[in-house]
């Protein structure tokens, strides 16, 4: 009972994200919705160093942080060090379709991060991030 517990916690927990991530998108596909905020999570974990990954991974409920952590390898950089990358790599998330903004897309995400994260957390993760991202942080 106690295991059914906690998947069903980390379930309502991942699906309160997709929720919310719907309605900052105003989009109705939750598939598509998850898809652009695995491809965003995936996009910012590559663009921190190993350490600063591991910590915002640690920031996340539990069944988030294994699709974050889904096909990482820490020691092999990641392209998404500058903006065109960065956005590339979560259009391609959604299967570069023509109707997502990928910047949106992003400032949704990061803009879920904020609110969910503590300020000190979230001013580390901007500190980690390449100069030509940190604008798409909320300020």
Not at 27 to 44: F, K, M, S
Request: charged share 25%; net charge neutral.
């Amino acid at each position: 009972m106690y295991v059914s517990h906690d998947l069903n916690k980390a379930l309502q927990s991942t699906q309160n994200w997709i929720s919310d991530l719907m309605w900052r998108l105003r989009w109705h596909d939750r598939e598509q919705v998850y898809q652009a905020l695995i491809a965003t999570l995936h996009a910012l974990r590559d663009c921190l160093n190993p350490d600063e990954a591991v910590y915002m991974g640690a920031q996340l409920p539990a069944l988030l942080r294994g699709f974050y952590y889904q096909g990482w390898h820490p020691r092999r950089r990641a392209t998404a060090r500058n903006r065109n990358s960065f956005l590339d790599r979560i259009h391609d998330g959604v299967h570069r379709d023509p109707a997502v903004d990928p910047e949106e897309v992003a400032r949704s995400v990061l803009g879920q991060l904020a609110a969910r994260l503590s300020a000190a957390e979230i001013e580390e993760a901007k500190a980690g991030t390449p100069r030509v991202l940190r604008d798409l942080w909320p300020v």
